[in-house]
């Protein structure tokens, strides 16, 4: 029963996630960051939380009066956090109740990771108990039902016996201790809950608690928009207690336990709470499915280095090398994103859960695997090819802007100069990292090859609202200094006979161009085709260029393809789609290799009707990025 709840539930999860993938890409993925964002949530719970405690009066008389005062008072700055305050509870509730479900999904519960598991099932109980408390504060006709409820469902228990609702809650009883206990308890129990979230990730390598910068201002925009759209308003008018409230709106992320406590007893209550408690607690111990056949100790051996690291059962590849302090590749830690993969030399491990795509049965056949799903079954040996590349990460220098051209009306050369005459060694179709003053980074292909490395080339496309390129396009100057890190990447060209067809969208031009004066550098002969598509035919920055590799190398052509504009424009190439022009030409591609670079969409359009066409797996190689604008590091 178990293992099939957790084999709908991963079906459903890699499903979500593939979608999320294609519409945000994976490094802005939001599945691949929920224990970040709820991090992210309990800042702005906090933050906001400070700002009407300065206000609010703990008081019986003065309880209700200060939030209306909030509320309607000043509403531009009151009224706003108290509704942010209430719908980022809401949100992360939301987030760690999915957080906890994808790591069941994912049996990323037993073993090493029970610790983890029991303390984040205390922390949802914690933030339910912090947010329920917070409904009591305003002290109108909900927080009176909430209060009373919980108060009636704790003096159910022997030590409390009746004395909670004998000594706050009758008419004649009710004064300002009550408020001083409800606002210990609801400063005590988030202090709580931060200490908890910080043991909680302790056990979990590299653990990020800030999600990418895209993400934390798209949740908090929405959060914004949220309060403006819908306030949060007092129920019912102030509290009275010799009142029964009668019609009340209830925030079921929060309170939906609370209606129970009039359909049920005390007792069914706590039977239901401390049940299902205690079946989550006891989860990673319940044997519902038979035993991985890994050995308990195990050793993981890493090349380039080699490094050998021990490995835990149910332990991955990432997280065994993390511990260890094996600088490896990752990024979104579920399989989405391909950064961290690996070529398993001997031993055997288990996959995992993954998306197909970054991960094709070719890939696997060919021995490699995904670091952050592969759990190793035996003494296990990988090669990591991102051992290099993660190096290069920590090589940081600067270097001088030295020319800026203007290629077209959204297209800026940059030619930039390494201090101390230094030369920078990379690969054609490598990219480097512009690194900005608060640590973003804005990834651009090399465009100059690799022989010709005195300076370095970069073709930056002017993104409508992008930091970067913005800057570039405006302020930049001959000079100036840039922050670099690199080379980077993996999209290069591989040694082989066969014909070679290039397609490029708009700025993917730049790594085919250091590829292409690479290849006629080294005298590569095989046969070259690059097509180049781009909406309209100014953005054929340098075709002249590729005109004249044409006219100069017999192996090589280029067949640039326009999507947009109509006739009479004084276009005479090819039209349409770029893929499909080079599927016109080229009906059955199983003796080719071919290179991709353009955005995410043309990527993810053109390979699956590359491989439906003959192309095989192993000889597609890919390179997709996304404007900066959206928060992507990888922008050509």
């Known amino acids: 029963m178990m293992a099939a709840l957790q084999s709908l539930l991963r079906w459903a999860f890699l499903r979500a996630e593939a979608l999320f993938n294609r519409a945000f890409g994976d490094r802005l993925n939001p599945y691949y960051h929920l224990g970040a964002i709820s991090f992210f949530l309990f800042w702005i719970i906090a933050g906001t939380g400070l700002y009407l405690f300065a206000f609010f009066d703990t008081s019986v008389t003065g309880a209700y009066r200060s939030m209306e005062a909030l509320t309607h008072g000043q509403w531009y700055a009151g009224g706003v956090l108290r509704s942010l305050h209430r719908y980022a509870s809401d949100a992360m509730v939301v987030t760690m109740v999915i957080h906890m479900l994808r790591y069941f999904a994912f049996n ?27 409904y009591m504060l305003p002290w109108d006709q909900l927080a009176q039902f909430v209060t009373t409820a919980s108060f009636e469902w704790l003096d159910w228990l022997p030590m409390f016996g009746g004395t909670l609702s004998r000594n706050f809650l009758y008419v004649t009883s009710v004064s300002d201790r009550l408020f001083s206990l409800l606002v210990f308890i609801h400063i005590g129990v988030p202090l709580l809950v931060l200490l908890l979230m910080w043991i909680h990730v302790q056990r979990v390598p590299k653990a990020s608690t800030q999600p990418p910068r895209p993400i934390a201002l798209a949740v908090l925009g929405m959060l914004v928009v949220l309060s403006l759209v819908l306030p949060v308003m007092s129920q019912g008018g102030p509290a009275r207690l010799d009142v029964v409230p009668s019609a009340l709106h209830l925030d079921w992320f929060l309170l939906g336990l609370y209606p129970l406590a009039y359909i049920a007893s005390p007792g069914t209550m706590w039977a239901l709470v401390v049940g299902a408690s205690a079946l989550l607690l006891v989860l990673p111990w319940v044997p519902w499915r038979r035993a991985s056949g890994a050995s308990p100790t195990m ?29 490896l590749a990752f990024d979104c830690r579920s399989g989405g994103c391909g950064l961290c993969l690996c070529t398993v030399l001997n031993g055997h491990v288990d996959h995992g859960a993954y998306q197909p795509a970054v991960l094709t049965d070719a890939m696997r056949a060919r021995g490699q695997a995904l670091m952050c799903c592969a759990v190793p079954l035996d003494d296990v040996e990988v090669e990591v090819e991102a051992l290099t590349t993660v190096a290069a990460e920590h090589n940081e220098f600067s270097a001088e802007v030295v020319a800026m051209d203007r290629l077209s009306a959204d297209v800026m050369r940059v030619t930039l100069r390494p201090p101390d005459g230094r030369r920078i060694d990379f690969q054609a179709g490598q990219y480097l990292n512009v690194v900005l003053d608060d640590g973003q980074k804005r990834a651009f292909s090399f465009a100059n090859p690799p022989h010709d490395n005195a300076l370095i080339e970069l073709h930056v496309r002017l993104i409508p609202g992008g930091r970067f390129t913005t800057q570039v396009f405006t302020t930049m100057k001959p000079g100036d200094t840039l922050r670099l890190e690199g080379p980077l990447g993996r999209f290069t060209l591989h040694a082989g006979e066969r014909p070679i067809l290039f397609i490029a969208g708009a700025t993917g031009f730049a790594p085919i161009k250091s590829i292409v004066e690479d290849a ?6 095989r046969p070259m085709a690059l ?22 190398h017999a192996n090589f052509q280029v067949i640039p393809v326009m999507s947009e504009g109509a006739a009479g424009d004084g276009w005479t190439g090819r039209r349409g789609l770029v893929h499909e022009a080079m599927l016109i030409d080229h009906p059955d591609l199983s003796g080719f290799e071919v290179y991709a670079c353009g955005s995410v969409k043309m990527v993810e359009t053109a390979v699956p009707a590359f491989l439906a066409q003959g192309l095989g797996e192993a000889f597609c190689f890919s390179d997709a990025f996304t404007p900066s604008g959206a928060g992507s590091s990888k922008t050509g």
């Open 520 to 525: 006629f550098h080294r005298g590569v002969q």
């Open 531 to 552: 097509y180049w598509g781009v909406r309209q035919a100014s953005d054929l920055y340098l075709l002249a260029l590729a005109e004249a590799w044409q006219r100069e």
């Open 108 to 134: 990323r519960l037993r073993g090493f990771r029970w610790f983890s598991w029991v303390t984040g099932v205390s922390l949802i109980w914690l933030v339910y108990v912090a947010g329920a408390n917070g």
């Open 299 to 327: 050793q993981l051996t890493v090349h380039p280095g080699p490094r050998q690291v021990s490995i835990r059962r149910g332990e991955t590849i990432l997280e065994a090398g993390l511990r260890a302090e094996v600088p």
